[in-house]
């Protein structure tokens, strides 16, 4: 195996697309695909569980129903209300996320990338080393990860009693 090929690079081997680049679109397409499969199933099980009342809000309510239900007249489409009520949601999370972030980062008082991961390394603590590791790292299923953690605590609690006895 060729040392270009354990690491991704910035760039692809024929000077094309950055890789920061196809990572970024590929995880764009999923999100989207996920928020469009999310709307989608909404819409259909709202149809599902109430096709009448679903079909009048995609097309509004004919004339002849409008005049006799008037106090129950749709001024506006249900997927149009569904669309709009998405689109302000989406306006509203990227401007609170965004404002959110710019503030942080004009607090801290950073110009670029490189000084906030430095500044935010001196803020939060440190992760200690675990090398060599002193304990487990592979088990052969859930059970065997569970019952280790299980046992794990009994011999801590064992411990700590027999400190305080001590």
């Known amino acids: 195996m060729s040392e270009n090929s354990t690491k991704p690079s910035n760039e692809s081997s024929d000077g094309g697309i950055p890789y920061k680049v196809k990572a ?22 709202a149809k599902k569980q109430d096709p009448r009342h679903f079909d009048a809000g995609m097309i509004g309510m004919d004339p002849a129903a409008k005049a006799q239900a008037n106090a129950r007249y749709l001024h506006e489409t249900g997927a149009s209300l569904a669309t709009r009520a998405l689109g302000y949601g989406t306006l509203y999370a990227f401007a609170g996320c965004g ?8 607090m801290m008082g950073v110009n670029n990338l490189e000084e906030f991961r430095n500044k935010v390394g001196e803020i939060l603590p440190r992760i200690p080393k ?12 859930l059970n065997d990860l569970l019952q280790y953690l299980i046992d794990k605590d009994k011999e801590e609690k064992e411990l700590k009693k027999a400190s305080r006895n001590s």
């Open 24 to 45: 970024g679109a590929f995880l764009t397409t999923a999100a989207g695909i996920g928020m469009m499969a999310g709307f989608g199933t909404a819409m259909a099980s």
């Open 99 to 106: 404002i959110l972030f710019f503030s942080v980062w004009k």
């Open 130 to 141: 675990n090398n060599p590791p002193q304990s487990r790292t592979e088990f052969s299923g």
